[in-house]
């Protein structure tokens, strides 16, 4: 896929492994591999085999591209909820998805100002939630779609990963943006990858040293570190 940026659109390019995905999104390497690969699982009469939620490209290794991370993102919200049916949710997805006529729904702004009640609609209704469950999920959905940024043509362009235990309490100030180091975590607006910030700062050198050799604020490094502390 060819655009704006010239050549092959950089969120399209399978970039991140399952255990990347895992470690930037902290969402287990099971449930990301379950949602884009698919699992064979036991049944009565042997085994079947659980279909992709999430579809990505057919290659060797697989891998995830910027896009998929943001479909996997918005799905986190979903999985929150408790006794959760992924066949249910792959009909209310396909719902969507023939609403909208466009690949990628889940990573599309316009999900954001139409979808979320179309699915919290025929979520409900197919797991016969109760007006408080609906409104639960919706919230959910709304605090993980908040974490995109699109470009001019609403699709997603940069995401805010969670840094913090309480989803209410988590600044943007580390993103994951296809254009830039390659999509590495960085802190947001700059280059600097924070896994580099993190070994330095195991190494010995300290917060200000840091903040000094970046020229970035001691508080923007803080919470680099802490996001690669927690996702490690």
């Known amino acids: 896929m060819t655009n704006l940026y010239g050549g092959t659109d950089p969120r399209d390019i399978p970039t991140y492994s399952v255990g990347d995905a895992a470690r930037y999104l902290r969402i287990p390497a099971v449930t990301i591999r379950s949602w884009t690969v698919g699992r064979h699982y036991p049944t009565r009469n042997g085994s079947s085999f659980f279909q992709p939620l999430i579809a990505i490209k057919d290659i060797q290794p697989r891998l995830l591209s910027f896009t998929n991370l943001v479909e996997v993102h918005v799905l986190r ?18 719902f969507i998805d023939e609403q909208f006529q466009v690949p990628h729904p889940l990573a ?51 995401l805010y990963p969670f840094t913090r235990s309480h989803e209410e309490d988590n600044p943007r100030i580390v993103a994951i943006d296809p254009r830039i180091a390659f999509g ?25 040293e840091l903040a000094y050799d970046y020229q970035v604020d001691r508080l923007a490094i803080e919470e680099a570190i802490r996001y690669e502390m927690l996702a490690a």
């Open 184 to 208: 590495r975590i960085v802190i947001d607006g700059t280059g600097i990858a924070t896994d580099v910030l993190a070994e330095r700062y195991e190494a010995g050198d300290s917060i200000d």
């Open 77 to 94: 919200a979903i999985r929150k909820q408790h006794k959760i049916q992924l066949d249910q949710v792959r009909i209310a997805l396909d």
């Open 108 to 158: 599309r702004e316009r999900f954001r100002t139409d979808g979320v009640d179309l699915f919290v609609e025929r979520y409900g209704s197919l797991v016969n939630a109760s007006k408080y469950g609906q409104t639960d999920l919706k919230d959910a959905l709304n605090a993980h779609l908040e974490r995109i940024e699109p470009d001019d043509t609403g699709l997603a362009i940069k």
